[in-house]
Nanobody
Framework: VQLQASGGGLVQAGGSLRLSCAAS????????MGWFRQAPGKEREFVAA????????YYPDSMKGRFTISIDNAKNTVDLQMDSLKSGDTAVYYC??????????????????????WGQGTQVTVSS
């Protein structure tokens, strides 16, 4: 699986950005797709996950309401719509893909260890 993230940039606080992760190289019907972010000097943080087949989503409480993850089957992308951005959202954002294990619930994919494939990251900078 190859993942290519795009859509990052500089935005003012309160603005919006839409990130996109193009997936190729493998059928993703049995995968969970996730977005993570990492700010300078901080650990990688889980943002959202979605089951490619069926569209079940999961967000940590801190991301609910402002971030929306979705699948575009026509383009084979997983997108992250980010609204009401804050300076604290400044980070490199990474997309990732992990195989759906039959005994796992999507909540367990907040753990980055459950992902096998990672994109290169896209920088999001929110100015205050």
């Amino acid at each position: 699986v190859q993942l290519q993230a795009s859509g990052g940039g500089l935005v003012q606080a309160g603005g919006s950005l839409r990130l996109s992760c193009a997936a190729s190289g493998h059928t993703l019907g049995n995968y969970i797709m996730g977005w993570f972010r990492q700010a300078p000097g901080k650990e990688r943080e889980f943002v959202a996950a979605i089951r490619w087949s069926g569209g079940t989503t999961y967000y940590p409480d801190s991301m609910k309401g402002r971030f929306t993850i979705s699948i575009d089957n026509a383009k084979n992308t997983v997108d992250l719509q980010m609204d009401s951005l804050k300076s604290g959202d400044t980070a490199v954002y990474y997309c990732a893909a992990g195989p759906q294990r039959s005994y796992y619930v999507i909540r367990q994919y907040r753990n980055s260890a459950n992902y096998d494939h990672w994109g290169q990251g896209t920088q999001v900078t929110v100015s205050s």
